[in-house]
Nanobody
Framework: VQLVESGGGLVQPGDSLRLSCAAS????????MGWYRQAPGKQRELVAL???????NYADSVKGRATISRDNAKNTVSLEMNSLRPDDTAVYYC????????WGKGTLVTVSS
């Protein structure tokens, strides 16, 4: 299974960003898809998760600023974030659960003026 993320980069505070992830090579139905992030010196944390039954969870820190969506036909998941802040700076990892948990290699998002 391969997860390929795209959309990271350097943005200014207040900007918006869209991250995308495509899963390939998966033989099982994907139950959940989402995004985690890890800031320097901190543990990896959940950003947003979307489950096959439609349930969506957001971290409190991004509620109201983030929107997660998935395309089951294409096995893709996207995360749109707006009003970005310096404390959103982190490596963002795509995640899926299809029997097993799988992670992408991560994409760096830097929010700085």
């Amino acid at each position: 299974v391969q997860l390929v993320e795209s959309g990271g980069g350097l943005v200014q505070p207040g900007d918006s960003l869209r991250l995308s992830c495509a899963a390939s090579g998966n033989r099982f139905s994907i139950d959940r898809m989402g995004w985690y992030r890890q800031a320097p010196g901190k543990q990896r944390e959940l950003v947003a998760l979307i489950i096959s039954d439609g349930t969506i969870n957001y971290a409190d820190s991004v509620k109201g600023r983030a929107t997660i969506s998935r395309d089951n036909a294409k096995n893709t998941v996207s995360l749109e974030m707006n009003s970005l802040r310096p404390d959103d700076t982190a490596v963002y990892y795509c995640y899926i659960r299809a029997v097993y948990d799988r992670w992408g290699k991560g994409t760096l998002v830097t929010v700085s003026s």
